[in-house]
């Protein structure tokens, strides 16, 4: 018997010995990873961009300086979303939950992206901020007014340009597949 904790979907299971289940596939987690995207505003096709380049779609994976689960989301991320939706901060372990982690990491890209409404180069400034931090961005990458554009070539960090670029290339391979799914 198994016993499935979450918002309506299948996505963190628990033994009958208290033992974490084999993880979910991706294509098991697109439910949740699109009902996440939706509440906050997001393309669907660039959460999983970022779940893939951050994580690869595992909820246990954690990042060099303590980033937790599936959308790589840190300690910052899950104080500002608790104190700006009223929450109670999640255990270290709840953060590592699909649907938790989808939460905050899906309403923390949405945030950054607000930061850069209006801007001509929004997206890359979105991702920008998602990877390096939003003073790195607004102190050495943000253009002197929103209709300037900006290149990812003007990032001056070469780990943070790769990350857009995949992201990019990524979420247009997304697009591409949900284009070629046939319709029912």
């Given at each position: 018997m198994v016993l499935a904790i979450g918002i309506g979907y299948r996505l963190w299971q628990i033994s009958p010995f208290g033992h974490p289940a084999p993880r979910l596939s991706e294509e098991e987690l697109l439910p949740?990873?699109?009902?996440?995207?939706?509440?906050?505003?997001?393309?669907?096709?660039?959460?999983?961009?970022?779940?893939?380049?951050?994580?690869?779609?595992?909820?246990?994976?954690?990042?060099?300086?303590?980033?937790?689960?599936?959308?790589?989301?840190?300690?910052?991320?899950?104080?500002?979303?608790?104190?700006?939706?009223?929450?109670?901060?999640?255990?270290?372990?709840e953060l590592f939950r699909p649907e938790i982690n989808l939460e905050i990491g899906c309403w923390y890209l949405s945030h950054t992206g607000k930061h850069w409404d209006g801007y001509a180069s929004r997206e890359i400034l979105q991702l920008a901020e998602y990877n390096?931090?939003?003073?790195?961005?607004?102190?050495?990458?943000?253009?002197?007014?929103?209709?300037?554009?900006?290149?990812?070539?003007?990032?001056t960090y070469p780990q943070t340009q790769s990350y857009i670029r995949q992201i990019l290339e990524r979420r247009n391979h997304y697009r591409v597949e949900k284009t070629a799914l046939p319709r029912e």
């Open positions: 949740a990873i699109y009902a996440a995207a939706r509440k906050h505003s997001l393309e669907p096709e660039l959460v999983r961009a970022v779940i893939w380049k951050e994580s690869r779609f595992d909820p246990d994976s954690v990042g060099k300086i303590g980033e937790i689960g599936l959308m790589q989301i840190t300690d910052g991320a899950v104080q500002d979303w608790a104190r700006v939706n009223r929450q109670k901060i999640p255990s270290r372990q390096a931090g939003r003073t790195k961005v607004v102190k050495d990458w943000a253009p002197a007014t929103p209709d300037l554009p900006i290149s990812i070539e003007q990032i």
